[in-house]
Each structure stands twice: as C-alpha cells, then as structure tokens.
C-alpha cells in the first residue's frame, strides 16, 4: 500500500482489496510468464505494462 500517497485508507477502505488484487494479480501474470517463458519474456511485459501507464500521464501532463 506504500505506491499510493495522500490516499485516505479510512474513507475509502473498501477500495484497498481492489488496489492489492490488482498488484496481486499482475504478480501472478508475471511469475507464469516467468517459469513458462523465461525472465527476458517477463521483463519485457512488465516494461509494455508500466507504459501502458506511465506514457498517458507524461503525454497528458500539464505541470
């Protein structure tokens, strides 16, 4: 739960489940991919995954 800053854990703890089962989640993607692939597979979908979220916010950032 550290990733997420100035979040309010008490209002909106019933989101908690559905920030740790997304971690959770790709976790297991990635180690599947890992032990059926190899790790150069699961490093290269792990970089495709974080820009599929970091490339938005740095195309639409206006700071």
Known sequence: ?????D????????LIPLMVG???LIGLVLSYIRLN???NWAIIFHGV???IF???AVYF???
């Open 37 to 39: 692939y190899g790790i």
């Open 49 to 51: 995954y974080n820009a």
């Open 54 to 56: 970091i490339l938005p």
């Open 7 to 14: 979040f309010d854990y008490g209002m909106y703890f019933y």
């Open 61 to 63: 950032y206006e700071g």
């Open 1 to 5: 739960m550290g990733n997420y800053v």
């Open 22 to 24: 997304a971690q959770f």
